[in-house]
């Protein structure tokens, strides 16, 4: 038998995301798939550094992209801002850390209640990999907690997760150059961070 | 620390995010479908039945039937519909495979794991030999797959790592075999498809795979295709230890969206289906 062609059971690529985007406004499934696979990664590394948490990210990235194709099943988003679904995916992500932030916060202050559970070590390389990667993240945030939290946001998209200023603008909901004056604050307190944390 | 370096992050595993990916597809099809949609279907079914009824009954009426010359033929081919009973059932099960071809298969099947990974690879070739072997099955193949039968199996190895591999090659591993990995009633099969055009006595030809990882609960899996002038038989394997392939293939069948669709169901050991599924191409 000749092979004609061989792939995968997976939507053709679309070129922009501007495509992608179209097709996900016709509300096809497909269109869902290939913008998970061009930004889970994207999302996942985002919600690690917000969070300090790779669990904790794994949710958000599912709960991430559900939201976003409820959004599009339920009324027309319009069409793409900056040529780009990222930073409209960012702004949906944040709001899910956000709200399971408060979620967890109640289920830390209830399980604060509860006896304490049996120590049960993972001793598995990759989990091992993971705990020193969050430790490291979180002595990060524990840096940047001096900061205060829409400074601290600004930073992370701004520098984390390389949007543009006008990007990070719409993921924040501010304009422009309340962005550039918090990037600007953030820098003046930076230096004084770097030498505490040092 | 330098705060405005992103402090590095490890990625997102890709074999969590297929599985992601798929189940986000999946369910965004469930979704699209609106409760009506059902009923209204029933209820033109029901039009179509009365309709046809009422032409048939008509005495001496064989001047042709008005319905005949409005139903002119569309300009692009549809995918068939088959009543899934419509179809018949095919096991492609070839028995249980010897020990040594297990052991065999195996050995091939980590030595291909072992460039890939490095000095990291969960395994080496030699570790199929004190490996526990869970399940070692032929399968038939299906034309255009260019051999016979294919040996599908799955197995620990004495440090509890799981592989499932297919002939020598590696379809998935995981550090344990007791890993559920996203599975749960609701959604009892995770698979990963493989579809592939070729031609055969100048005609196309369609080859679909499908590698899967189940509930323990799911025993049995089966595949048809259905195109634009037909449907194949349902193709089936017996399968156990939550993991398993099957493949099916059809003459006419062009891999195109549109113009082919292949379904896969699931049963339980109870024989009850337990999962169903479309994949569009």
Not at chain 1, 112 to 118: C, D, I, M, N, V
Not at chain 2, 225 to 247: E, H, M, N, Q
Not at chain 2, 248 to 275: C, H, I, P, Y
Request: hydrophobic residues 40%; positive net charge; proline residues 6%.
């Amino acid at each position: 038998m000749a092979m004609t062609s061989s792939r995968r059971s997976q939507p053709p690529a679309a070129a922009r995301d501007g495509d992608l985007w179209d097709a996900l406004r016709r509300a096809e499934p497909e269109a869902l798939g290939e913008l998970f696979s061009r930004y889970a990664g994207v999302v996942h590394a985002f919600a690690v550094r917000h969070t300090g948490s790779y669990a904790s990210a794994d949710d958000a990235v599912q709960a991430t992209f559900i939201n976003a194709w409820r959004q599009f099943t339920r009324s027309d988003p319009g069409p793409l801002r900056y040529d780009s679904a990222r930073p409209w995916l960012l702004a949906i992500a944040r709001n899910e850390l956000r709200n399971t932030t408060r979620a967890r916060r109640r289920l830390t202050q209830f399980l604060s209640r509860q006896p304490a559970p049996l120590h049960q070590p993972d001793h598995a390389e990759a989990v091992a990999a993971r705990v020193d990667s969050e430790k490291h993240i979180q002595a990060v945030r524990a840096a940047l907690a001096a900061l205060p939290v829409h400074e601290r946001e600004t930073i992370e998209l701004v520098y984390w997760a390389e949007l543009s200023v006008a990007e990070a603008a719409a993921v924040l909901g501010v304009a422009e150059g309340t962005v550039k004056a918090r990037l600007s604050r953030a820098r003046h307190r930076l230096p004084a961070l770097l030498e505490e944390n040092r | 620390m330098n705060l405005l370096t992103p402090p590095p992050v490890e990625k997102l595993d890709a074999e969590y995010a297929d599985q992601v990916r798929r189940d986000l597809v999946r369910k965004a099809r469930k979704r699209q479908r609106p409760a009506w949609v059902p009923v209204v279907a029933a209820a033109c079914g029901m039009a179509v039945i009365t309709t046809a009824v009422v032409l048939l009954s008509r005495p001496g009426d064989d001047s042709g039937a008005p319905a005949a010359n409005t139903s002119a033929p569309t300009a692009t081919p549809t995918v068939v519909q088959v009543p899934p009973a419509k179809s018949a059932r095919v096991s492609l099960d070839l028995g249980q495979a010897t020990a040594s071809e297990a052991r065999a298969a195996a050995r091939n099947c980590l030595a291909d794991l072992s460039p890939r990974e490095g000095g990291n690879a969960p395994a080496k070739p030699q570790d199929a030999d004190s490996a526990t072997v869970r399940q070692a099955r032929w399968i038939k193949t299906m034309a255009g797959s260019g051999v016979a039968k294919i040996l599908m199996q799955t197995f620990t190895t004495a440090k509890g790592y799981w592989f499932q591999c297919l002939g020598d090659d590696l379809v998935r591993s995981r550090p344990s075999a007791d890993s559920r990995g996203g599975l749960n009633v609701a959604d009892p099969v995770l698979g990963d498809w493989r579809l592939q055009q070729g031609t055969e006595a100048g005609g196309p030809l369609l080859l679909a795979e499908y590698s899967f990882v189940t509930l323990p609960s799911v025993v049995r899996m089966e595949l048809r295709i259905r195109w634009t002038a037909g449907a194949s038989p349902w193709y089936g394997v017996t399968f156990s230890d939550g993991a398993g392939y099957i493949a099916a293939s059809q003459l006419g069948a062009v891999a195109k969206r549109g113009e082919m669709e292949v379904d896969v169901r699931a049963f339980d050991t109870t024989g009850k289906q337990v999962f169903s599924d479309v994949e569009y191409g």
